[in-house]
């Protein structure tokens, strides 16, 4: 009975008794660069062979070291239990309840040891669509092959012999640069919908092209996506930021009809014609392609941006735009289109943007402020974006540009020369501030729209103009020696902290 039913998997999943037998790669045939390979991830094999059990560096890290790029992490697989993994390795623990693996830490890395996982179904706990939410059963190295997504992620390389076994001609799929999905698509994807935003980004960062049959079901089966967890979503999207090829998923997703309601992952899709988010992604894809990092809560910043600009412009007149502006933050930050994204993202996504209006204010204290703000790199960086989608003057970015990297007394010489700018200004300026003012589609700029109501006010009662004038332009000489050497203070702590982590 149990053998009917492991055959009758094993047809589902397309095994045949040759797969279960691997072709053989040795190293002078796949040309594996064992420098790219982690010594850590070696290490791990090593002692699981000297353990007496069998262990492999498996999926995209061998996939990658084939094409010969330096993979960004690296995966482990072997036929101890999480057990006998936790007991062979140091600072190892076990996680997860979908699939119980272990995490094996030294210092930054971490390497996911898994066991080999069994095609019998009887240990697979599916929900009502077909989805596996339950799936523990240890098994054999062909069967865990066949559990894997694509035959160019199925693929088991020895870092001791240096071999590498392929059971479903997934050497020779990387080779036409062709990603195509172990047994039936339709199937494989009714199990785990999130193989679709796989199929779909690993194709795209690798420039692969998706096989006709794996590709041929996904606009049908896009709709399962929908019972997902939002958590796997967010994993997915944030994947998708730091694969170097976010612009082209999100051009697949729409392409593929992806349902743009879907929670995270649907904000990409909405906003894939905004001008500010494809230069974002682009300018996150080129970050990603030259080895640096790129952090979520920016393009989280970016993709809600419009929809902040419509909710200020929404809210009444009569409130002052300062309050405006972080009212409107609120509301976007609490909407339910956020859902799904964690807190801790919108916490840094509001602070981006709550600084996009203190850019503006280049005059007292505020530029230093600004400078020793948490988010003030992410921040700037989105100012350089608006910037380039000629949202802000680039007179202003370029000021910036220029305080960043200014030493501490060119900083303060720049905030005189702004101090003393504003000061012939003043009075000269109505028609431009009017027109921000005005044209409240736009970002709000706070100063501009300040000093019209300074004037008016003024008209007023012309005490409490001066006493505004004083405030915003002369800041005491002893309060901003005092801040400044405070500020000192914390740029060399900052150095000392940055120096010691690297
Ligand atoms: P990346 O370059 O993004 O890390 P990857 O293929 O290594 O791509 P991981 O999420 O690190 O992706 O997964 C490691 C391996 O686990 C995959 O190569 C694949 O063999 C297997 N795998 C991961 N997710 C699935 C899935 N949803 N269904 C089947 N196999 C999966
Ligand atoms: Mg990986």
Redesign the pocket.
């Known amino acids: 009975m149990i053998n009917r039913i492991v055959e009758q998997v094993q047809n589902l999943f397309g095994v045949s008794r040759l797969e279960k037998i691997p072709k053989v790669i040795l190293p002078e045939v796949h040309k594996i660069n064992p420098r790219y390979v982690s010594a850590f991830a070696v290490s791990i094999c090593e002692k699981l062979q000297n353990a007496g059990y069998e262990a492999f560096i498996?999926?995209?890290?061998v996939?990658?070291l084939l094409i010969g790029h330096k993979?960004?992490?690296f995966?482990v697989v072997t036929d101890a239990t999480p057990e006998q993994i936790k007991r062979v390795t140091k600072r190892a623990i076990i996680i997860g309840r979908r699939f119980r693996l272990v995490h094996v830490i030294r210092r930054a890395e971490r390497i996911?040891v898994s066991t080999f996982r069994a095609l019998n179904e009887e240990g697979i706990q599916k929900d009502s669509n077909g989805r596996v939410i339950q799936d523990n059963v240890f098994g054999e190295q062909y069967e865990d092959a066949a559990?894997?997504?694509?035959t160019a992620?199925?693929l088991y390389y020895d870092p001791i012999s240096q071999e590498v076994l392929d059971y479903h001609n997934g050497i020779a799929d990387i080779e036409k640069k062709r990603l195509r999905m172990i047994g039936d698509p339709k199937e494989?994807y009714r199990e785990?919908p999130?193989?679709i935003l796989?199929a779909i980004?690993?194709s795209s960062?690798l420039g692969f092209e998706i096989d006709k049959k794996t590709a041929a079901p996904i606009r049908a089966m896009g709709k399962f996506l929908s019972a997902v967890p939002e958590a796997r979503l967010l994993d997915e999207t944030l994947?998708i930021f730091t694969?170097g090829a976010s612009l082209k998923c999100v051009d697949e997703l729409a392409h593929y009809g992806i349902s743009p309601d879907l929670p995270v992952l649907g904000l990409l899709i909405q906003a894939k014609d905004n001008l500010m988010v494809r230069k974002a992604l682009d300018r996150c894809d080129a970050r990603i392609q030259r080895g640096l990092s790129v952090s979520a809560y920016f393009i989280f910043a970016v993709l809600l941006w419009s929809r902040l600009k419509e909710t200020f412009s929404k809210l009444p007149q009569e409130i002052p735009p300062s309050k405006r502006w972080k009212e409107a933050i609120e509301e976007v930050c609490e909407n339910p289109i956020t859902r799904g994204i964690q807190r801790r993202y919108i916490e840094d996504v509001s602070e981006v943007w709550r600084l996009q209006t203190r850019f503006e204010r280049r005059t007292g204290l505020n530029p230093f402020r600004v400078f020793d703000h948490p988010r003030f790199r992410a921040a700037y960086d989105f100012l350089l974006l608006r910037a380039s989608c000629e949202e802000v003057p680039h007179e202003l970015a370029d000021w910036w540009t220029a305080f960043e990297s200014a030493l501490d007394d060119e900083k303060e010489e720049m905030i005189r020369e702004m101090e003393r700018k504003v000061r012939t200004e003043r009075g000269s300026n109505r028609t431009a501030s009017n027109r921000l003012v005005k044209d409240s589609s736009k970002p709000v700029d706070q100063e501009a729209e300040a000093k019209v109501q300074r004037r008016t006010t003024k008209e007023a009662n012309p005490k409490k103009q001066e006493k505004t004038t004083i405030r915003e332009m002369s800041v005491p000489t002893e309060k901003r020696t005092r801040f400044r050497s405070n500020h000192l203070k914390r740029t060399r702590q900052k150095s000392a902290l940055l120096s010691k982590r690297r």
């Open positions: 498996v999926g995209g890290a996939r990658d993979p960004k992490d995966d996911e559990r894997r997504d694509f992620n199925a494989r785990d999130v193989r796989r980004r690993i960062k994947k694969s």
